[in-house]
T-cell receptor, first 112, second 116 residues
Framework: SQQGEEDPQALSIQEGENATMNCSYK?????LQWYRQNSGRGLVHLIL?????REKHSGRLRVTLDTSKKSSSLLITASRAADTASYFC????????????FGAGTRLAVHP | EAGVVQSPRYKIIEKKQPVAFWCNPI?????LYWYLQNLGQGPELLIR????????DSQLPKDRFSAERLKGVDSTLKIQPAELGDSAVYLC??????????????FGPGTRLTVL
């Protein structure tokens, strides 16, 4: 499979806590993106980090990228029940077109 | 702005029957993608269109799957005949195509197919 790996597969936390999800990918990338998927819905784009960036912030989201280790992490601070969803990283391979290789996802449950 | 529209949302069929899924991308988006998402997995690309041309169908099982995007707008994905292993969610996405390396892909809600 071309898919990358995400860790953990599932995460259960209380509201207000931080959630950290990790992603590893296999090929050289142009950028890496994170998506959220609520149950029974399509994926929603959260944030994009380019291969020459090491860290990026968007609201309560913080993404890091380590190209030497082919890994990325997504941190959600001060989580809310509404953050309950599956989170996927997607690596955009170098060269060619906008082809994304998705990881298997982390299922996050935030309890009130 | 309307998002990506897919229909039907759910489909249950018996094996060996044909099935078709329809997708209407965001207006003005030139690039359209069909993905397969198995339970507990991330989406995997089946085919990508630039306008009406299929430019990457390397992951499409061509013995039973076919797709078309007439007039470069709506698209249909067909399976004939369906097999038990085809049970999955079929996602359609679109992007503007103006900046291929960073374009955001917008996903529809998907069609959940169950093959009995």
């Amino acid at each position: 499979s071309q898919q990358g790996e995400e860790d953990p597969q599932a995460l259960s936390i209380q509201e207000g806590e931080n959630a950290t999800m990790n992603c590893s990918y296999k090929t050289s990338i142009n950028n890496l993106q994170w998506y959220r998927q609520n149950s029974g819905r399509g994926l929603v784009h959260l944030i994009l980090i380019r291969s020459n960036e090491r860290e990026k912030h968007s609201g309560r989201l913080r993404v890091t990228l380590d190209t030497s280790k082919k890994s990325s992490s997504l941190l959600i601070t001060a989580s809310r029940a509404a953050d309950t969803a599956s989170y996927f990283c997607a690596s955009r391979v170098s060269g060619g077109y906008n082809k994304l290789i998705f990881g298997a996802g982390t299922r996050l449950a935030v309890h009130p | 702005e309307a998002g990506v529209v897919q229909s039907p949302r759910y489909k249950i069929i018996e094996k060996k029957q044909p099935v078709a899924f329809w997708c209407n991308p965001i207006s003005g988006h030139n690039t359209l993608y069909w993905y397969l998402q198995n339970l507990g997995q991330g989406p995997e690309l089946l085919i990508r269109y630039e306008n009406e041309e299929a430019v990457d169908d390397s992951q499409l099982p061509k013995d039973r799957f076919s797709a078309e995007r007439l007039k470069g707008v709506d698209s249909t994905l067909k399976i004939q005949p369906a097999e038990l292993g085809d049970s999955a969610v079929y996602l359609c996405a679109s992007s503007s195509g103006t900046s291929p390396s960073t374009d955001t892909q917008y996903f529809g809600p998907g069609t959940r197919l169950t093959v009995l």
